[in-house]
């Protein structure tokens, strides 16, 4: 404990003896404020000292963000033992060495057991104040390192991201100038249309390479218009054919994915008229796919590999389905994911403010649930040895406060089950399980 803790112990244990010297004592000396000081100043200290090294010793043993249920259970039972003994040290101390006023056999008698039993609520009362002060501070302190790796994470990915989008730019600018500088020479009036249709296609490279999804129904629709230009060099060489499930039209792929795999076939299979490229787009399953016949051509210079690579990259960092690639002796074939933007790991949800928000949000909600439950603790603490003690004045011989008691305890266990043991937690991994089944049955 620190130095600030063991000067907060002597202020709660002055403003307790200030208070019973005010209510409950009949000679009001500075003799007997002294000596009354002293008592509590020594139940301060040795409750408060105990109660913080034990919370310590558990921290480190078994931190609150790593085993939260574990360091729960066994902080109760610990500091319930760590009370009961030190309260009936105290009680010891004051009554047997200091006061005199009792033997070793008469403390343990029931004259004292009131006594040690509403000290004993007292220790219990403090170590609440402990125990939730320890679990903010740990909450705190990894809500902040959280948020920090998070924004670090979003910092990578992002550059990652930005990275591979901006590759698609020159890209498809260096390899749309290779096919008009052929046509130039093979089919000057084919050039002419080539380069007006090229500007309509580059307007949609520049318009989505900037987002993270698009709607298959757009990217086919570029996709055809590609083909074409495609079409207006190799003409016979070349066959496309499209065969799309309607209801996955509205659904969600990579920008300039199909552009990037059409290239892909024409750059590494020669096409003749006698021997064309089919090349085949269809939807399979939860998958897009392009697949062409494999006539694989000689590469005069190694290739920059920028295209499939982009694609696996970025879905690598907007979810967790993997792309695909299959190659037979006859066929290649990738295999892109189609998502749901519900489903998708936005690069939007790694921004660092909204990390810092969601985990802000997060720790406010869970210091609410603590709180509830501490205020619902502290008042059980405090209100039962009051009504035991108007229930011992007014009625000693009927004792009518163990049903209030026991029944408001129930309602503290339950409470404490729900908060720290099988509450949230026990939720949030049902819906998780119930989420991955109703995925893995479609």
Request: aromatic share 12%; glycine share 4%; with cysteine.
């Amino acid at each position: 404990m620190n130095r600030k803790s063991i000067i907060s112990l002597l202020w709660v244990g002055f403003g307790v003896n200030l208070f019973f010297f005010i209510i409950d004592t009949d000679e009001k000396t500075v003799e007997n404020f002294f000596y009354g000081l002293l008592v509590c100043l020594m139940y301060s200290v040795f409750i408060g000292v105990s109660n913080g090294l034990t919370n310590e010793f558990l921290n480190r043993k078994f931190p609150w963000a790593e085993q939260t249920r574990t360091r729960t259970i066994i902080g109760i039972v610990a500091l319930v033992i760590v009370n009961v003994v030190v309260s009936y040290l105290c009680g010891y101390l004051n009554f047997v060495v200091i006061q005199k006023t009792a033997t070793f056999e008469t403390f343990f008698s029931a004259k004292y057991s009131f006594i040690n039993w509403f000290t004993i609520n007292i220790a219990l009362m403090i170590s609440a104040f402990l125990h939730a002060k320890g679990f903010m501070e740990e909450l705190k302190k990894n809500t902040k390192k959280e948020v920090v790796e998070q924004k670090l994470i979003a910092k990578s990915a992002n550059a990652q991201f930005e990275s591979l989008k901006n590759q698609l730019d020159p890209h498809f600018l260096f390899n749309s100038l290779n096919v008009l500088t052929a046509l130039i020479d093979e089919n000057p009036e084919q050039a002419q249309k080539f380069t007006t249709s090229m500007s309509k296609v580059y307007r949609y490279v520049l318009e989505q390479k900037d987002k993270e999804l698009v709607k298959i129904e757009n990217e086919i629709e570029f996709a055809k218009i590609y083909c074409n230009l495609l079409k207006t060099r190799f003409e016979d060489s070349v066959n496309f054919t499209f065969d799309l499930n309607d209801d996955d039209l509205q659904k969600l792929v990579v920008p300039l994915s199909l552009q990037l795999l059409l290239e892909n076939c024409i750059k590494h299979n020669f096409a003749t008229s006698s021997k064309p490229l089919n090349i085949r787009i269809f939807t399979e399953g939860k998958f897009l796919c392009i697949e062409n016949n494999l006539q694989v051509r000689e590469q005069l210079t190694e290739s920059a590999g920028i295209g499939l690579a982009n694609i696996v990259q970025r879905y690598a960092l907007l979810t967790k389905e993997n792309v695909f690639i299959e190659k037979s002796e006859q066929n290649f074939k990738v295999k892109v994911p189609i998502l749901i933007e519900k489903n998708t790991h936005q690069m939007t949800t790694y921004t660092s403010q909204s990390t810092e928000n969601l985990a802000y949000e997060k720790a406010v909600k869970r210091v609410k649930e603590l709180k509830g439950f501490y205020g619902n603790l502290i008042s059980y603490c405090i209100v039962i040895p009051f009504l035991i003690i108007v229930n011992l004045i007014t009625s000693p011989k009927y004792l009518w406060f163990y049903w209030p008691m026991l029944g408001w305890g129930i309602g503290v266990i339950s409470h404490a089950m729900q908060v720290f043991a099988v509450g949230k937690n026990w939720e949030e991994k049902k819906i998780q399980e119930i989420m991955n089944n109703e995925k893995f049955s479609k």
